[in-house]
């Protein structure tokens, strides 16, 4: 049981530092530098060993069965924790980041469910290859570099990542079926684009 609590509460702390990287990325007006900001939330769950679904699930390849109790309790963990960043950042004076989360939550729940998926598997895609360089490379500078690429890529590309719209939906006050349909779409695009790199990683690729 404690092992599991471990898995639900690395993913919770996951998902505050996804969210803080929301509130980096919102509180900036140039998407370049929002991006980059955007970036604390992958590095510090890389570096501090926390459980972000998206970074989890390539890995479903190389693991027994019951990994996939880690992953869910992960995904699970990083909703509480994006929801609970969202709602306490509702109370504070940083009014105009509820007006900007708005708008990406408008142009998202405008979108086709199909669209999404696209843009969802290729995030998913960037955040294995990101979280994979991290644990792989012998380069101590690249393995830092590959985690700011692959998340400035995927956002300003518009790519679809599951944990940070979970935070956009939870600061815009927008929780509803709709949004859970949207989501379910994110994670399983996500899910998609990163087993397929992760697959090649494993099966093609040069170590």
Same mark, same amino acid.
Request: a positive charge; aromatic letters at 14%; charged letters at 10%.
């Given at each position: 049981?404690?092992?599991?609590?471990?898995? +639900? +509460?690395k #993913?919770?702390?996951?998902?505050?530092?996804?969210?803080?990287?929301?509130?980096?990325?919102?509180?900036?007006?140039?998407?370049?530098?929002?991006?980059?900001?955007?970036?604390?939330?992958?590095?510090?769950?890389?570096?501090?060993?926390m459980?972000?679904?998206?970074?989890?699930? #390539?890995?479903?390849l190389?693991?027994?069965?019951?990994?996939?109790?880690?992953?869910? +309790?992960?995904?699970?963990?990083?909703?509480?924790?994006t929801?609970?960043?969202g709602?306490?950042?509702? +109370?504070?004076?940083?009014?105009?980041?509820?007006?900007?989360?708005?708008?990406?939550?408008?142009?998202?729940?405008?979108?086709?469910?199909?669209?999404?998926?696209?843009?969802s598997?290729?995030?998913g895609?960037?955040?294995?290859?990101?979280?994979n360089?991290?644990?792989?490379?012998k380069?101590?500078?690249?393995?830092?570099?590959?985690?700011?690429?692959?998340?400035?890529?995927?956002?300003?590309?518009?790519?679809?990542?599951?944990?940070?719209?979970?935070?956009?939906?939870?600061?815009?006050?927008?929780?509803?079926?709709?949004?859970l349909?949207?989501?379910?779409?994110?994670?399983?695009?996500?899910?998609?684009?990163?087993?397929?790199?992760?697959?090649?990683?494993?099966?093609?690729?040069?170590?």
């Amino acid at each position: 049981m404690k092992k599991y609590f471990g898995f +639900l +509460l690395k #993913g919770i702390y996951a998902g505050i530092l996804i969210g803080i990287g929301g509130v980096a990325y919102l509180s900036i007006n140039d998407n370049i530098v929002g991006s980059f900001l955007f970036s604390i939330g992958l590095l510090t769950i890389c570096m501090y060993g926390m459980n972000l679904y998206t970074g989890k699930i #390539g890995y479903v390849l190389v693991n027994k069965l019951t990994y996939v109790y880690e992953l869910f +309790l992960s995904l699970v963990g990083n909703f509480i924790g994006t929801f609970i960043v969202g709602n306490v950042m509702r +109370l504070t004076r940083q009014t105009a980041l509820i007006s900007k989360a708005n708008d990406i939550v408008n142009v998202k729940l405008n979108d086709s469910l199909i669209s999404i998926f696209i843009l969802s598997c290729f995030c998913g895609m960037l955040m294995y290859i990101a979280v994979n360089n991290f644990k792989t490379s012998k380069n101590e500078i690249g393995k830092y570099i590959g985690i700011f690429m692959g998340v400035m890529t995927f956002i300003l590309c518009g790519f679809e990542h599951c944990v940070a719209n979970m935070f956009y939906f939870s600061i815009a006050g927008v929780i509803n079926i709709e949004v859970l349909l949207y989501l379910i779409i994110m994670v399983l695009g996500n899910s998609i684009g990163s087993i397929l790199i992760a697959y090649f990683y494993n099966h093609y690729s040069v170590n």
